[in-house]
């Protein structure tokens, strides 16, 4: 395995598919993965995959019970790259905003800010109102990504796999995980227009 693990957070916004897929990147790379996965989340799991909650914790080296607030990841002590949460709630976006550590992947989610380690925050909502506009600006004064899962057209994608795969792509850049998901942008060809 290569270094200090990942932890992977999935809260029960919809586009659970973006930890799904990133478990399984991960994986392939051969990088340590710590999973924590909310209740709602495995529910929509069996509504927007295929895949079983047993499937999901293969794929990552450790499960966590989102209610073990004692787990390694609880403690800054416990060494990690940083931390992905994809995708996130607006619940679990107001409890990292705000330090309200009910449940693991919160508690996790803070230790990752307060030890100065990268947490990126794949928010999923849409529309937004100023409520959760300024829930993010405070994530981020805090020292979150926010990286909403925004698709990009430059790659030409020609499946939704390709889409979610640009997205995944682009949080494993914040945490410095190489990988070739997606074509990366290399400028205009010369002579052509924009």
Same mark, same amino acid.
Request: charged share 20%; glycine share 10%; net charge negative.
């Given at each position: 395995?290569?270094?200090?693990?990942?932890?992977?957070?999935? @809260?029960?916004?919809?586009?659970?598919? *973006?930890?799904?897929?990133?478990?399984?990147?991960?994986?392939? %790379?051969?990088?340590?993965?710590?999973?924590?996965?909310?209740? +709602?989340?495995?529910?929509?799991?069996?509504?927007?995959?295929? #895949? @079983?909650?047993?499937?999901? #914790?293969?794929?990552?080296?450790?499960? *966590?019970?989102?209610?073990?607030?004692?787990?390694?990841?609880?403690?800054?002590?416990?060494? @990690?790259?940083?931390?992905?949460?994809?995708?996130?709630?607006?619940?679990?976006?107001?409890?990292?905003?705000?330090?309200?550590? *009910?449940?693991?992947?919160?508690?996790?989610?803070?230790?990752?800010?307060?030890?100065?380690? !990268?947490?990126?925050?794949?928010?999923?909502?849409?529309? %937004?109102?100023?409520?959760?506009?300024?829930?993010?600006?405070?994530?981020?004064?805090?020292?979150?990504?926010?990286?909403?899962?925004?698709?990009?057209? *430059?790659?030409?994608?020609?499946?939704? @796999?390709?889409?979610?795969?640009?997205?995944?792509? !682009?949080?494993?850049?914040?945490?410095?995980? +190489?990988?070739?998901?997606? !074509?990366?942008?290399?400028?205009?060809?010369?002579?052509?227009?924009?």
């Amino acid at each position: 395995m290569n270094g200090e693990p990942l932890v992977v957070g999935i @809260t029960g916004a919809t586009g659970v598919v *973006y930890g799904v897929e990133m478990l399984k990147v991960l994986k392939t %790379l051969g990088v340590q993965t710590h999973l924590i996965m909310s209740d +709602a989340s495995l529910r929509n799991l069996g509504i927007e995959t295929g #895949y @079983t909650r047993e499937e999901v #914790y293969a794929m990552a080296d450790v499960v *966590y019970d989102n209610n073990d607030v004692g787990a390694a990841v609880s403690s800054g002590s416990f060494a @990690t790259r940083g931390m992905i949460v994809a995708p996130c709630t607006i619940k679990s976006l107001s409890a990292i905003a705000n330090s309200f550590n *009910y449940n693991l992947l919160v508690r996790a989610a803070d230790v990752t800010l307060k030890e100065g380690r !990268k947490l990126v925050l794949m928010v999923r909502e849409t529309p %937004l109102h100023k409520g959760h506009l300024d829930l993010m600006r405070h994530a981020a004064d805090l020292g979150a990504v926010i990286l909403p899962p925004v698709p990009a057209f *430059y790659h030409e994608p020609k499946t939704i @796999t390709d889409i979610v795969m640009q997205s995944v792509g !682009k949080a494993l850049d914040q945490v410095g995980v +190489a990988h070739d998901l997606f !074509k990366r942008w290399s400028g205009h060809a010369p002579g052509s227009e924009e």
